[in-house]
């Protein structure tokens, strides 16, 4: 059974920093693209950061980009997700997802592309 678990989360004043991490396990992880997904109060889910599963390729989105960067653990089977200079608008329930490798890293943006997803862990950036 494939879990993804997330941890990290939490509340952070603006242009504070945060780390999230994401536990995976009952997977080949080390050939599994993963990536950081994001929904908002109200609002759909949507991409954040996305990384192939030999870690060499990235991609962001643009709201993100420069301020968060992906990374993952192949011996650990965890990715993480590092944010810096955090805003208000930042916040939302981040959630991890595992898909099979093989695509163009520019289809990881896309939720179809994921097999597994975490249950979530809550940010909360205040102003």
């Known amino acids: 059974q494939v879990q993804l678990v997330e941890s990290g989360g939490g509340l952070v004043q603006d242009g504070g920093s945060l780390k999230l991490s994401c536990a995976a396990s009952?997977?080949?992880?080390?050939?599994?693209?993963m990536g950081w997904f994001r929904q908002a109060p109200g609002k759909e889910r949507e991409f954040v950061a996305t990384i192939t599963w030999t870690g060499t390729s990235t991609a962001y989105a643009d709201s993100v980009k420069g301020r968060f960067t992906i990374s993952r653990d192949n011996a650990k089977n965890t990715v993480y997700l590092q944010m810096n200079s955090l805003k208000p608008e930042d916040t939302a329930v981040y959630f991890c997802?595992?898909?099979?490798?093989?695509?163009?890293?520019?289809?990881?943006?896309?939720?179809?592309?994921?097999?597994?997803w975490g249950q979530g862990t809550q940010v909360i950036v205040s102003s």
């Open positions: 997802a595992g898909g099979p490798a093989g695509f163009h890293i520019s289809q990881y943006r896309l939720q179809m592309a994921y097999a597994y």
């Open positions: 009952g997977l080949t992880f080390s050939s599994t693209a």
